[in-house]
């Protein structure tokens, strides 16, 4: 499976960003996806993931309410649509893709494929 992420852009705080991620593969529709971000000089950590059919989805705490992940598997492409951003939501976002199918895992280390990052910036 081969991702492609796109959307990422500089918008002010509270502004909204919409960020897609394509991927080519017939085995898209069986696994789980997540959008992890890294922030500059710190660890890459998951944003949110969601499993195979779109029935689980998770989020980290700090964007519960704002962020939703959403998929759709006739586009083989998942999007994560960012509300009310933060400057601390600013880090280049990855889209990964994992054969795990029922839940979303929460750390790269279980993640297979990647995408190859897109840069996102909030300005105060």
């Known amino acids: 499976v081969q991702l492609q992420a796109s959307g990422g852009g500089l918008v002010q705080a509270g502004g909204s960003l919409g960020l897609s991620c394509a991927t080519s593969g017939r085995t898209f529709v069986n696994g789980a996806m997540g959008w992890f971000r890294q922030p500059p000089g710190k660890a890459r950590e998951l944003v949110a993931g969601?499993?195979?059919?779109?029935?689980?989805?998770d989020y980290v705490d700090s964007v519960k309410g704002r962020f939703t992940i959403s998929r759709d598997n006739a586009k083989n492409t998942v999007y994560l649509q960012m509300n009310n951003l933060k400057p601390e939501d600013t880090a280049v976002y990855y889209c990964?893709?994992?054969?795990?199918?029922?839940?979303?895992?929460?750390?790269?280390?279980?993640?297979?494929?990647w995408g190859q990052g897109t840069q996102v910036t909030v300005s105060s």
């Open positions: 990964a893709y994992t054969t795990a199918r029922y839940r979303p895992g929460r750390t790269a280390s279980e993640y297979t494929n």
């Open positions: 969601i499993n195979y059919s779109g029935s689980i989805t």
